[in-house]
């Protein structure tokens, strides 16, 4: 079946211009997962969504960020007046559900971020 | 908070010279471990989950192993095409916490 598809692939855009990065999950996920991979270091957690809601958003880096889902389906991270150190790449994940067996994360082919 | 630290950070081998990789992690209660391939340019494939200590699974060439303090990756007899960065990730209720991974190189 369909895994997770991100949009756009690769984006560059200019410092101080706000962008949109797209995630749509694996049908049937409920639990859908925003991570952020810079060059030389780890997936860093930055928000998870449980159906519509995301009650923790301390993992987001400053509040230039932002996140929202709809439908229990596709979810959109906002980056605000971007900044050099946004340079990344957003992978996205979904999950069937949250803390119970049928954990195991799908990863999307994430959105590689240049900010010039 | 949850730590992960895998080890080396790069391995070398050649094809058919078998290996492993290290995960170690401190949590405060093991509710799985999990590990993934990523290729370059591409999002993490995961490989597998494992819940408690004594715990194996296997998939074609790779091995992994559970004790209370860390996880094996076992690679028998790799092939040029398991080049690839191998990451390892404890759960936390909501989120997934990475090792930096292992790049490893196998050459023909």
Redesign the interface.
């Known amino acids: 079946g369909a895994g997770?598809s991100q949009s756009p692939s690769n984006k560059v855009t200019e410092k101080g211009k706000d962008v949109e990065l797209r995630c749509d999950p694996i049908s049937g996920h409920t639990a859908l997962?925003w991570y952020r991979q810079s060059l030389?270091?780890?997936?860093e957690?930055l928000i998870?969504f449980?159906g519509n809601s995301a009650?923790?958003k301390s993992?987001l880096p400053s509040d230039r960020f932002s996140a929202e889902r709809t439908g229990g389906s596709v979810s959109t991270l906002t980056i605000q007046r971007t900044q050099q150190e946004d340079s990344a790449v957003y992978?996205c994940?979904s999950s069937l559900t949250?803390?119970f067996s049928n954990?195991?994360?799908?990863?999307?082919?994430?959105t590689r971020l240049t900010v010039t | 908070e949850d730590q992960v630290t895998q080890s080396p950070e790069a391995l070398r081998l050649q094809e058919g010279e078998s290996s492993s990789l290290n995960c170690s992690y401190t949590v405060s209660g093991l509710r799985g471990l999990f590990w993934y391939r990523q290729d370059p340019g591409k999002g993490p494939e995961f490989l597998f989950t494992l819940y408690s200590a004594g715990e194996e699974k296997e998939k074609e060439r790779l091995k992994a192993t559970l004790t209370k303090k860390e996880s094996f990756l076992h690679i028998t007899a790799p092939k040029p095409e398991d080049s690839a960065t191998y990451l390892c990730a404890v759960q936390e209720p909501e989120r997934l916490v990475f090792g930096k991974g292992t790049k490893l190189t196998v050459n023909p």
């Not at chain 1, 030389?40 to 997936?43: D, N, S």
């Not at chain 1, 954990?103 to 994430?110: D, L, R, S």
């Open positions: 997770v997962y030389g270091q780890g997936l957690f998870y449980q009650p923790d993992g992978l994940a949250i803390g954990y195991e994360q799908y990863f999307g082919p994430g």
